[in-house]
């Protein structure tokens, strides 16, 4: 009852009422979008051709929300967008430029915002010329027009023109949707989006699975998967909470007659700083082979085509990427050396070790080792769970990397939710005693 008392909760906050309502508009008109096809395509084909697909293709269709089986306007998804902002992190290592308007506070953020997502449009325009090219030649594949049917009905420029237009549109109408959503709405809308796409299918992929083993369903193997989805779901929600807490002590300082200082805090850093970005990073990296495919680039081709079979290799590029990107994403959004000097303009020092550079360095240390074990269950709850579906034939949607987005967005929305209910004077959702997911007691 204490946790149906905290759900009741939200809808005495205007504010958040109004935000949680905004957010599930923009992911109804996201979803009616989906549903929209490409003007001069056979749809029911496409469904043929990506039905059942792991790999690349499983990916792409699973982070579109089933939009790419549809061929729908939106079947480039928000992954333009996420691979812009990839290319802003790597500028951000080579280019002073972009450093200098990181320091720059609101305006600099801005700026590199608005540079996003002119990356974003450019990017969305080459991979909608891909797709059109990639269509096309599913006609006389194997896959396409010596199985199913044609999936382009009138192939040549005309088409190519108009799903270059279409999908960069639709790319461009998902992108502010997301900005939208993060502005106005609860919680990041980029991951809501993309929450919204892995979930979406779900009710689908278990109809499938059971239309395939009808007669055939064994109460034994779904025992055993149910058992391996709670388990990586509580590795999740463990390994998301998880953190490492530096005690920080303030010196004491008077001014005038009155003493501050002479308390103690706490840094806390997260055991997963990169939280569900390193999979969102490396599925958005691993499509970009199947674009330079359909440009006829030597190489990317067969490159492309080892990577959508979905095995040992792309699984190991996959983890290998994740792995990547968490220290990559850690190492560009904390810096340790900007914490040590603003813990010394605070007059506060952790316990044994010196200002400054040794503060840094001591930081620094931690939080390696840290994101040594943050980055491992990336690879591991990614990887782990997609291999054990694919030997039991389970749907895409169930792998490891639905599993970490899915959990992390809702563990961050959640956390919004809460901190609006709590700075109202409400109590959190986990009900009146416990204040916070974390289960500390309030005093």
């Known amino acids: 009852m204490a946790a149906f008392s905290g759900f009741s909760n939200i809808g005495k906050v205007p504010e958040l009422r109004r935000r949680i309502a905004f957010t599930l508009v923009v992911l109804a008109i996201y979803r009616l979008g989906v549903f929209v096809t490409i003007p001069g395509v056979d749809r029911s084909v496409m469904q043929n051709i990506v039905k059942g697909q792991g790999g690349l293709l499983g990916l792409f269709n699973l982070f579109s929300g089933g939009a790419l089986a549809n061929l729908s306007i939106l ?90 237009v279409t999908l960069t549109t639709g790319s461009g109408l998902l992108m502010w949707l997301g900005e939208q959503a993060t502005e106005r709405g609860i919680g990041n809308g980029t991951s809501m989006i993309i929450l919204a796409s892995i979930v979406s299918g779900i009710p689908r992929a278990i109809q499938n699975y059971y239309s395939s083993h009808t007669g055939d369903l064994q109460p034994l193997t779904i025992a055993v998967l149910l058992g391996v989805l709670l388990v990586s779901i509580s590795m999740v929600v463990f390994f998301e909470r998880a953190q490492r807490e530096i005690p920080i002590q303030y010196s004491r300082r008077q001014v005038g007659r009155r003493v501050y200082g002479g308390q103690t805090a706490h840094l806390p ?61 850690t190492a560009v959004t904390f810096q340790p050396i900007d914490v040590a000097d603003n813990l010394k303009k605070q007059q506060a020092n952790i316990p044994g070790i010196r200002p400054g550079r040794q503060t840094a360095e001591y930081i620094d240390r931690v939080l390696t080792r840290l994101t040594v074990g943050g980055a491992v269950y990336v690879a591991t709850i990614c990887v782990v769970p997609a291999v054990i579906a694919n ?28 901190a609006h209910l709590i700075t109202r004077s409400y109590e959190g959702l986990t009900g009146p005693r416990v204040t916070r997911l974390s289960g500390r007691r309030s005093t």
């Open 269 to 329: 850093l997260k055991v997963n700083m990169a939280s569900m970005i390193p999979p969102i990073f490396a599925s958005s990296l691993l499509m970009f082979p199947a674009t330079l495919a359909s440009f006829n680039i030597p190489g990317m081709s067969v490159f492309s085509s080892l990577l959508n079979r979905g095995d040992w290799l792309f699984h190991t590029l996959f983890a290998a990427l994740s792995i990547f990107f968490s220290f990559f994403y």
């Open 391 to 418: 030997s039991f034939n389970i749907p895409f949607q169930f792998g490891g990397t639905s599993l970490i987005i899915v959990v992390g967005v809702a563990l961050e929305t959640v956390n919004q939710i809460e």
């Open 75 to 164: 079947a480039l998804g928000i992954m333009p967008y996420v691979s812009a902002s990839i290319i802003m992190q790597l500028a951000g290592l080579i280019s002073k430029q972009v450093e200098e308007l990181r320091k720059e506070g609101e305006a600099g953020r801005r700026k590199l915002e608005q540079y996003t997502r002119y990356g974003a449009i450019v990017l969305s325009i080459l991979q909608s010329a891909g797709v059109a090219l990639s269509l096309e030649h599913m006609n006389n594949s194997d896959i396409g027009g010596g199985r199913f049917g044609d999936v382009v009905i009138n192939a040549g420029w005309g088409f190519r023109l108009m799903t270059v």
